[in-house]
């Protein structure tokens, strides 16, 4: 548990703007009530420390969740890599042999998924000073 006044000196030294989306905050009830974050949050062992607190509203708070750092980004690979499985091949393969989709629309996947991967690593590089980023051309058709 904290005590209010530890409460307060961290709201006061990040002067009740929430370190996430720089709205002010306040300790009335409502989506910019304000809440303390601990950095490395408590479920990965993050303690009550004032190095690990600092202040976000509520509702940055629930976006956080209990993911932090190099999950987070870990993550953002996880979820592209469960967009298709091997497993998902013969489904495709299947309504392929009954004329539910063609080669065509498999070629329309194909550089609509790297449309999106461009969008997400363009996102991504927004972060970076160079605001440059690394893509990969598709392969020249032997
Ligand atoms: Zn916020």
């Not at 329309?108 to 969008?119: G, L, S």
């Amino acid at each position: 548990m904290i005590g209010k006044r530890k409460r307060l000196k961290i709201y006061e030294q990040y002067n009740w703007k929430c370190q996430i989306c720089g709205k002010t905050v306040s300790l009335e009830t409502g989506p910019h009530e304000a809440a303390l974050d601990h950095l490395i949050p408590r479920v990965h062992g993050g303690n009550h420390e004032e190095s690990n607190l600092s202040l976000v509203c509520r509702s940055c708070n629930s976006r956080r969740g209990d993911n932090y750092g190099h999950l987070r980004l870990k993550n953002i690979i996880k979820r592209v890599n469960s967009a298709l499985s091997e497993s998902d091949l013969d489904l495709i393969e299947y309504e392929m042999r009954f004329g539910l989709i063609d080669e065509k629309d498999i070629e329309k996947t194909i550089t609509d998924i790297q449309v999106a991967a461009d969008q997400i690593k363009d996102l991504l590089a927004r972060l970076l000073p160079s605001r440059e980023v690394i893509t990969c051309k598709k392969p020249l058709s032997e």
